[in-house]
């Protein structure tokens, strides 16, 4: 027997659909637009998504459901109760799903949205509507694929999202464009990053930044750490790694030759983190008193590593 549930009183159904799970919040949502609508009765319950290539996953209440694409018609609404996977039609593939899922849930965060530049078209619809909405994604990631052709595209896009907890950049992009990061969340992750230059550096209001394939050099480090060596400079930093056949062993850093390090030196580590630690570094204090320790090693792709003590941790 049928039951006319939009009937019921207000509170009774918001009582109701926080009891739901979104596969069971999904389907009822698809009866008509008005239980669409009503749905969102159930409160933002700290939704966030997480977006793929015609994947997304919602995150709420400490549990992970994941919808995909329905490649046929009749595999519309199957669901994997033991994986927590569920199947929507969606015409236009990953964007659609992102979108339906966003606006069905009332989702305001978005715990990471991963894009292919090898379809800049969905990436575009992507980030401009999140860019209208203002919506918050804590990490961004550009995948890595052959297809770059697109990334001085992409970068203008990125400057204005809202991005707070970490940007991460794989693929190579072509040479001859000026690529520029504007904006800074607390964790910048970059695999080719011959195109993040001195001034990109030196902008930063990076916790933690990780460029590899570098072409920064000896001077430009040492210019780097003049400016943190003053007081009141890059407060947020805990970590810079630098991989760049740029560092040699022919001009000093802070009136140090490379290779830098000591072998009196104790292992510093970042507590909580498993790869954020450096062996035999030399001991570098600010002005303030802040205390940094830094290690560069020569060889066939030379890096350096810059770790800040923070008291607290």
Not at 94 to 110: E, P, Q
Not at 165 to 174: A, G, Q, V
Not at 227 to 253: M, T, V
Not at 298 to 309: A, D
Request: net charge positive; glycine share 4%.
């Amino acid at each position: 027997m049928p039951i006319a549930l939009l009937k019921f009183p207000i509170d009774f159904l918001r009582d109701v659909f926080k009891l739901c799970d979104p596969f069971q919040l999904y389907c009822l949502s698809k009866c008509s637009k008005r239980t669409q609508r009503s749905i969102k009765l159930s409160g933002t319950r700290n939704w966030k998504i997480f977006s793929g290539s015609n994947r997304a996953v919602i995150h709420v209440d400490d549990w992970r459901y994941s919808f995909q694409k329905a490649e046929k018609p009749e595999a519309h609404f199957q669901q994997d109760n033991f994986y927590k996977s569920s199947s929507i039609q969606c015409p236009d593939g990953d964007v659609d799903l992102f979108f339906i899922l966003l606006d069905t849930f009332g989702i305001r965060l978005v715990g990471m949205l991963s894009i292919d530049l090898c379809n800049f078209e969905s990436v575009s619809k992507k980030a401009k509507i999140l860019i209208e909405r203002d919506i918050e994604i804590e990490e961004f990631c550009i995948e890595n694929t052959r297809g770059a052709k697109d990334a001085v595209h992409i970068m203008p896009l990125v400057n204005r999202l809202n991005i707070t907890e970490e940007f991460e950049c794989w693929p190579r992009f072509l040479c001859g464009f000026h690529y520029q990061l504007d904006k800074y969340p607390k964790k910048i992750f970059i695999n080719w990053s011959y195109w993040f230059d001195i001034n990109q550096l030196l902008n930063s209001t990076c916790v933690r930044m990780v460029l590899d394939k570098s072409i920064l050099s000896n001077q430009h480090i040492d210019v780097f750490l003049r400016k943190w060596n003053k007081a009141g400079e890059f407060p947020n930093l805990r970590w810079l790694q630098i991989a760049s056949k740029k560092l040699d062993n022919r001009s000093p850093i802070l009136g140090m030759i490379p290779p830098i390090q000591s072998f009196n030196s104790p292992t510093i580590f970042i507590r909580g983190t498993s790869d954020e630690f450096v062996e035999n570094a030399v001991r570098v204090t600010k002005e303030d008193g802040t205390v940094g320790w830094l290690k560069v090693e020569l060889g066939r792709w030379p890096e350096l590593k810059f770790l800040v003590s923070n008291p607290s941790t």
